[in-house]
Nanobody, 125 residues
């Protein structure tokens, strides 16, 4: 059974940084694209960033370009989301997701099969 476990969320002041991690229990970790999504109260789940299985391709939402960086360590079965220059509007529950997702579908939450339980990120002004 696939298990994705996020960690690293918390409370930070605007302008600060956090690094989220998502550990994946599968042996075939490198076969899957990994994505990060977030969901604020009363809003739809939104795409944040995604990375291909070998880490060679990344994609970002316009709202986080230049501030967030997605990376992965296939030897550790872990994907990371480095979040810098955080803004109050980044406040949300952040979810990692995995799937055999073509690059053209990275932004589509329905393309991902496996999801973590989410980690709360709160940015105070």
């Amino acid at each position: 059974q696939v298990q994705l476990v996020e960690s690293g969320g918390g409370l930070v002041q605007a302008g600060g940084s956090l690094r989220l991690s998502c550990a994946d229990s599968r042996r075939t970790f490198s076969d899957y694209a990994l994505g990060w999504f977030h969901q604020a109260p009363g809003k739809e789940r939104e795409f944040v960033a995604a990375i291909s299985g070998n880490g060679g391709t990344t994609s970002y939402a316009d709202s986080v370009k230049g501030r967030f960086t997605i990376s992965r360590d296939n030897a550790k079965n872990t994907v990371y989301l480095q979040m810098n220059s955080l803004k109050p509007e980044d406040t949300a529950v952040y979810y990692c997701a995995a799937g055999r997702v073509p690059e053209t579908y990275y932004r589509n939450a329905r393309a991902y099969i496996y999801w973590g339980q989410g980690t709360q990120v709160t940015v105070s002004s």
